[in-house]
């Protein structure tokens, strides 16, 4: 095997062409220093050590990077995986550490979920978390996520898992606001919020590719200016809560000692963390991957995400995934291959390992502030008022999913979610379209009748059948059959089988039944354009060894039979 057989195409492309590797050494220099807010920030919403959040963005981004699907993925702590990661852990003692232990052998068992998922190829299992659950759900943990940041936004000791734990907490709450605090992160806040939202008045002087990296720069210096004043005006002994000196240097690698008991209590919650990973990874990542017009393999995605988390995990990180807001601050600064993240890898563990100390004095409020402006593009509108016009069942799943998530918390919140959509898909199999049909002019064309001018025949009765068959529907099928061949004038009905993908042994012994009823009616049943598999399943079934009347090839070849007999 050769060494061109080995190595990626992105990695043969710079070795052929060095000069093309110069933008995603600059793009991934750039991402080192814009990414480090949001990871100390998350770590922090995750109720970890802010430090933490630099080592999730290091070991697993360069695993990541080696083995995933996405050429421009940026993954790494997201808002979503550290509001889960707490909510989680939330009946133990935040920032303790038991707290940092569980939630580093939380980040490695979603890691070996994730990996084990691929093995079996379980990439698909994305196709049945509806958009609207998916939408719902990220909606909730935004609220959710701002909610959380009132501790640090107040300078109070308040529980914010869910809205019930917030107005429990609050009433519960003796300890005063701390003025000071709350100066800084709401002035910071306002400040974020003009320069995300009012980019075209503040950054309109720049060039219009400048804007959105100028609004992204300007976080870099309020950190800056922020740890700056924290330790020029000494506001840790004023009561403002800020960062303590990082250690120096990353962790070394080690398994997680985790009990039984422990796994088996944090199971559930790993699960479902893969699962909310994975989905918004894969989307992110598949979505890059069309506009791209590159290959996307979901299971590929399943492995390398994975195989990122126990690298999380063995190395002292928390739960990581694929972001959305990570991705196009990648896309937005240059890159084009997996390069961009392994420099930018490299380039956070530099600040780790020589610079780490510089980020001491930085207030929690500051932090609050940036993680705030960063997730309230996450509330989808957009999707409820699409689904509200289009499909209010799925508006029905978002709306569900995003109250319980935010009442109840996110665990029950997702459960709920998919409950509902599981339940919809449930309802609208049940409820089966049955058409009568009849033919368009003289073509061999069969259509509806409420929606076509169609010739019926006298005597003979055509239903087209417009949904799989199976226990849940069965009965609801037979009830509209009975019906519909209740007219004494028919003699022949004929089910045209076109969209019927599979019978199983309920609606089986359902066709059965209404059979013997045609034969007491006088009547006869036939089926038409029955699908291979599905024949295959009813070849040797009493359905057909029974049949009143005959199978046919085609609606048009029934026709022209039963008009002669």
């Known amino acids: ?221 309020l950190v800056a200016c922020s740890i700056y004043l924290g330790v020029h005006y000494q506001l840790g002994e004023l009561g403002v809560s800020v960062l303590d000196t990082p250690p120096a240097g990353l962790a070394s690698p080690k398994l997680p000692a985790l009990g039984i008991n422990t796994m088996i209590e944090l199971l559930p919650s790993a699960l479902l963390i893969a699962l909310i990973a994975f989905i918004s990874s894969s989307t992110v990542s598949a979505h890059h991957a069309r506009l791209r017009a590159e290959p996307y393999d979901a299971n590929k995605e399943m492995m390398g995400l994975g195989f990122a988390n126990i690298a999380s995990g063995l190395f002292g990180g928390f739960a990581v995934a694929g972001g959305i807001s990570r991705t196009s601050l990648n896309l937005s600064v240059g890159a084009n291959s997996p390069l961009s993240s392994i420099v930018c890898a490299v380039g956070i563990l530099l600040i780790v390992l020589f610079f780490g100390q510089y980020l001491a004095g930085l207030p929690y409020a500051i932090l609050a502030a940036v993680i705030i402006s960063s997730v309230i593009s996450m509330v989808d509108t957009k999707t409820l008022i699409g689904a509200w016009r289009q499909d209010r069942a799925d508006a029905l799943c978002f709306v569900l999913t995003f109250g319980a998530s935010i009442v109840f918390g996110l665990n029950v919140g997702l459960v709920v979610g998919l409950l509902a959509s599981f339940a919809m898909m449930v309802y609208r199999t049940h409820q089966v379209h049955i058409a009568v049909v009849g033919r368009v002019g003289d073509s061999e064309h069969f259509r509806n009748i409420e929606r076509h001018t169609a010739t019926t025949f006298a005597g003979l009765l055509l239903l087209r059948i417009d949904e799989s068959l199976y226990f849940g529907n069965a009965q609801t099928v037979h009830a509209q059959l009975t019906r519909l061949m209740a007219d004494a004038s028919i003699a022949d009905i004929v089910l045209i089988m076109t969209a019927v993908n599979h019978v199983d042994l309920s609606a089986q012994e359902m066709l059965y039944d209404f059979n013997q009823e045609c034969i007491s009616a006088g009547k006869r049943l036939h089926f038409a354009e029955i699908k291979g598999p599905v024949m295959d399943v009813l070849a040797h079934s009493d359905v057909i060894q029974q049949l009143s009347g005959q199978v046919f090839l085609s609606a048009n070849q029934a026709v022209a039979t039963l008009k002669r007999s």
């Open 1 to 221: 095997m050769t060494l061109q057989n080995l190595l990626p195409n992105w990695v043969l492309q710079f070795i052929d062409t060095p000069r093309t590797a110069i933008p995603e050494v600059y793009a991934g220099l750039m991402m080192a220093v814009l990414v480090i807010p949001q990871s100390l920030g998350y770590a922090a919403l995750a109720g970890l050590p802010p430090i933490m959040g630099l080592y999730a963005s290091i070991v697993p981004v360069l695993v990541y990077a080696c083995i995933g699907s996405s050429s421009v993925s940026a993954l790494g702590p997201v808002a979503i995986t550290a509001i889960m990661t707490a909510s989680a852990l939330s009946g133990y003692a935040t920032g303790s550490l038991q707290y940092i232990a569980l939630a580093i052998g939380l980040a490695f068992m979603v890691g070996v979920i994730l990996w084990l998922g691929s093995l079996l190829r379980l990439g698909w299992i994305m196709q049945f978390v509806s958009r609207g659950v998916a939408a719902g759900f990220i909606s909730g943990s935004a609220v959710l996520i701002i909610i959380s940041q009132f501790k640090n936004l107040l300078g109070i000791n308040i529980n914010t898992d869910s809205l019930i734990s917030l107005i429990t907490s609050t009433f519960q709450n003796t300890q005063p606001i701390h003025t000071l605090t709350l100066l800084i992160g709401l002035g910071a806040l306002i400040l974020l919020l003009i320069s995300r939202y009012g980019e075209r008045w503040v950054w309109g002087w720049l060039p219009a590719p400048l804007m959105g990296f100028g609004n992204r720069l300007f976080v870099i210096v």
